[in-house]
Nanobody
Framework: DVQLQASGGGLVQAGGSLRLSCLAT????????IGWFRQAPGKEREGVSC???????TYANSVKGRFTIASDSAKNTVYLQMNSLKPEDTAVYYC??????????????????WGQGTLVTVSS
């Protein structure tokens, strides 16, 4: 069975850092791209970042230069390193697996599997 488990959320002050983890089981990173999404209170879920099956990455403009996505195949884990956090980054963060992904990466419907969310709260 394909399963995704997100973790690493918490409370951090503005300017701080957090690293989210997405443990993936039941598939290879060669088969599916992994995306990170977030949903802030009262807002729609939005794509944050994606790592494609070829290892290339992409980011939403709102996080570019502050967030870094990376995968560790040996640990079956995708990470989202979040630096210089802002209060507007406060949201429940989700990881998802899907494919094939390209310029469609930020569409939720492209992802077949979702992990549970992990809450990130950035205080001002």
């Amino acid at each position: 069975d394909v399963q995704l488990q997100a973790s690493g959320g918490g409370l951090v002050q503005a300017g701080g850092s957090l690293r989210l983890s997405c443990l993936a089981t039941g598939f290879s990173f060669d088969d599916y791209g992994i995306g990170w999404f977030r949903q802030a209170p009262g807002k729609e879920r939005e794509g944050v970042s994606c790592i494609f099956t070829d290892g290339s990455t992409t980011y939403a403009n709102s996080v570019k230069g502050r967030f870094t996505i990376a995968s560790d195949s040996a640990k079956n884990t995708v990470y989202l390193q979040m630096n210089s956090l802002k209060p507007e980054d406060t949201a429940v963060y989700y990881c998802a697996a899907g494919g094939p992904l390209s310029t469609n990466w930020y569409f939720e419907d492209e992802y077949a599997y979702w992990g549970q969310g992990t809450l990130v709260t950035v205080s001002s």
